[in-house]
Each structure stands twice: as C-alpha cells, then as structure tokens.
C-alpha cells in the first residue's frame, strides 16, 4: 500500500496560520471520513489531534482544524503558537481493510 | 494507560515479540481494538496491523507473512511477533488503540487515540 502524500515541510509566524495537506485516493481518504492527524514532538509518542476528518479529542486546542475535500485532507492550525512546533501524520482507513499514514510533515514556528 | 515491553536488540532472522500491557482498563472492553505501529529512526509511522474482538485481524500488506497480534486476556496484554527479522526491522515499535466500527462490510478502525510510549528494537547481523 502507498503512503498518503503530505509536503515534507511546512513554516510560519507566530500568529499566522498554515495548512498541511494529505493527498490519498479514492481507495482511502475519497472513500472514507476515517482520517486522522497526529502531532509527535523528537523522542516522543504520536498524540492524536483530530478523528474522523473534522474532530477534536477532549483538550486539543480549538486553534487545530480539518477539512476534506476528494482525496485530499487538511490539517489547518490558527494562531501559530512556538509549541505547535513538531511533526503531523495524517491517517485514514481503507477499502483493503488496512490502515495507510502520511510520510509526516515538520512544521517550523520561525 | 499502553506500556510496550520486549527485547531491545536481537540478530537478524530472529524473532521479535513484543507485548503490551494495559493498565486502567480490560483488553476484553466491547468496540475498542489493539494494533501496532513501527517508527524506523528518522523517519515516518508504519502502521503494521490491529486486532479486533480478540480474534479477527487486519496486517500491512508487506508484513502480513511475517506477523502475528494476538491478545492475552489473562494478563491484560496483546502480543506482536515478527518473524525472520532484519535490519530493516529496527525502529521504535508502538501498540496503541481505538475505537472501531463493525457493520456488513467489516471492521473499520477509527484513529488511535490512546499509545504507549514505544520501545526500541535493534536488529543486528
């Protein structure tokens, strides 16, 4: 099975906003509402950011967001903050009855 | 709470097993499933499969003739053993859980929202 395919990396300001995206096909992400994003800081386990495309698990910042549109996910974080410094994965389910990630997207807070 | 237990280096065409321990809840809890998931050094998460109602279980395709998951509910634990393994094998190994939905088509995985912190496994020659 491929990876699904997210930019290696990603910056911007504090304040700002910045979007990571995660390309699949119609087999996985098109088929499926079951994607999810992870947030993994260098040493550490993955922690879930949203489930199910759009949602947030109890205690993560409303600043993150998702979206789906075809075969493509977004992860969009508002308000840039230092500490949203780290690695995401995107996830999703699919119709193989197997469980596909992205190849991981470093997000940089200049 | 997930906390992975298992060698830390073993040879290559070795087997690896890997138990995890769950503590905080029973691994015979309805609608969650138990799967593992593999981090090489510097690079990304591979997901290697999940095992649902104790029994039925989905593999990666490119591990599927190597692996097995099993679950202990005397002890609380599931179990992941990798046969004939090689360097390629080396990497941070993660059980983690979740949710699942079950209809006509099958099990269908939501996202892990619970990990253990992943233990280390090195394959030398």
């Known amino acids: 099975q491929s990876a699904l395919t997210q930019p290696a990396s990603v910056s911007g300001s504090p304040g700002q906003s910045i979007t990571i995206s995660c390309t699949g096909t119609s087999s996985d992400i098109g088929n499926y509402n079951l994607v999810s994003w992870y947030q993994q800081y260098p040493g550490q386990a993955p922690k879930l950011m949203l489930f199910?495309?759009?949602n947030r698990p109890s205690g993560v910042s409303f600043r993150f967001s998702g979206s789906k549109s075809g075969n493509t996910a977004s992860l969009t974080i508002s308000g840039l903050q230092a500490e949203d410094e780290a690695d995401y994965y995107c996830s999703s389910f699919t119709s193989s009855t197997t469980v596909v990630f992205g190849g991981g997207t470093k997000l940089t807070v200049l | 709470q997930l906390q992975e237990s298992g060698p830390g280096r073993l040879k290559s065409s070795e087997t690896l097993s890997l138990m995890c321990s769950v503590s905080?809840?029973?691994?015979?809890?309805?609608?969650?499933?138990w799967g593992w998931i593999r981090q090489p050094p510097g690079k990304g998460l591979e997901w290697i499969g999940n095992?649902?109602?104790?029994?039925?279980?989905h593999y990666n395709p490119s591990l599927k003739s190597r692996v097995t998951i099993d679950v202990d509910t005397s002890k609380n634990q599931f179990s992941l053993t990798l046969s004939s393994v090689t360097a390629a094998d080396t990497a941070v190994y993660y059980c983690a859980t979740g949710g699942y939905y079950l209809d006509s088509t099958g099990y269908s995985p939501d996202a892990f929202d619970m990990w253990g912190q992943g233990t280390t496994v090195t394959v030398s020659s």
């Open positions: 199910d495309v759009s």
């Open positions: 905080g809840g029973s691994i015979s809890s309805e609608n969650y499933y």
């Open positions: 095992i649902y109602d104790r029994r039925s279980t």
